[in-house]
DNA sequence: TTATTTCACTTGTATTTACAAGTAAATAGT
DNA sequence: ACTATTTACTTGTAAATACAAGTGAAATAA
């Protein structure tokens, strides 16, 4: 059996993409049974360990659940990772309907601290990449957004288009950062002259704010941003 | 070496609750570098893989973090299972300077749905055990909450003392049900006229409201709650 | 003294092997 | 026909072993 050497993307990562990008791509619904972890290993070239720690991560992250005895079944795909619990506003809500309008197209700008959040000299002296957006669900503006990420090494990154793209996709393929995690704070407000604009509501509205700092596998990069929510018609929805 | 038989509580279970239990309760500090793996198993009386997979259950839940080539640092103990990511309102503030009043005592109830979520028709012919309660953070009423439990197998549930204890540590040291995850919505609204006499704000205060399906360790077996929350002092904080 | 290399230590990945335990269908017995 | 048992699957746990790769300090060479 041939050592693998050629991307240096460990075994378990590289079946865990296969199978979440099957689950969420509708290879297997909800309700289906994956195939059982040795004709998972036979599939893949891969002992069991190997495929339990695919499989573990896709327990955690809520894609599936695992039964002994019985298998492991498909639990669902687009609501295991919402708004709360990990990536941006596209996972939460579904690609389909979400359409964006930039409010602030992405200019450098200084900064000394992001929101709530105290920065780091470093991340003071590169000045920051800010954006200002407001997002539609079936076209009802239900978020109003601003992300400032540090302006180092990301070659490019102000001039790409954005409309109508999840932000951390684009990191993702283009940056090969990848969202770990993060931490957030949440309240409840009342809208203010600008909220009120752009939600298009009336004095006293509550909104939902929230604020969220986002640690990626690039060490000591996080992305700062601010969501305010018309909760409306459309709560926000997760899984945890 | 002796098999492990006594409990059936697997090995990684244990060190997972061993250590977590050291962290939270101060044996090391935020920042502290965790005893190498290798250590640890020797400590323990187990091999690496044991210990691996109870240093992964710490590491996805936020407890530490591992760094290849220097060890695992202690990242957080309260912080990483706040009210977001896990389990109740106990852990997101700090059992310290929370008080519990309890507004409706444990009681037997009907119900056909749990707020926004939809019951099995098992759980509708059980009951339900209800409960209400307002918290207070430094004596300040942040939370407002509502529990609904299915009345199934739990002997003198409604005769235990709820004053400033966390449901989810009676459950767990009482019941042996844990926490697994669940769903949750999340949306931003105006105080109505008992929500005003109980967190004592004005006209159209704006109020956190959240509703919870939490899944257990015991299968079919739901959790739901709503919390309502006063965010003007203290904001929800969670790791995600 | 300074820069480089080596080395001991850490966590990360992966295989192999073995048995335990839950599930469900096929089978044998009554 | 019905019940109990076997059997063949499934996931769960655990050990022993090996090597890869990052880190940092000590030893070494310039």
Redesign the interface.
Known sequence: MLKQQETSIPQHRKVYEILRSHITGGVFGEGDFLPSENELCTVHHVTR?TIRKAL?RLT?E?YIVRHQGKGSIVKGSP?GVGI???TGTTSAIGQDNLTTTIIIKPEIRTWNQAFTFPLTKAEIESGCVYIERLRLVNGKPVFYDITMIPNVNLPRFTSRNFENKSLFDILRKHYHIEVR??????????ADEKMKGYFNVGQ?H???QLNRKIETSRAGFYIYSQVF?N?DEY??????
């Not at 995690?181 to 009342?190: K, M, N, R, S, T």
């Not at 709560?235 to 945890?240: D, E, N, P, R």
């Open positions: 360990p573990d955690n809520g609501k709360l619990s990990m995690g993060g931490e957030q704070q949440l309240l409840a407000i009342v006293g509550p909104i939902l929510c909760t709560v926000l929805y997760g899984t945890f």
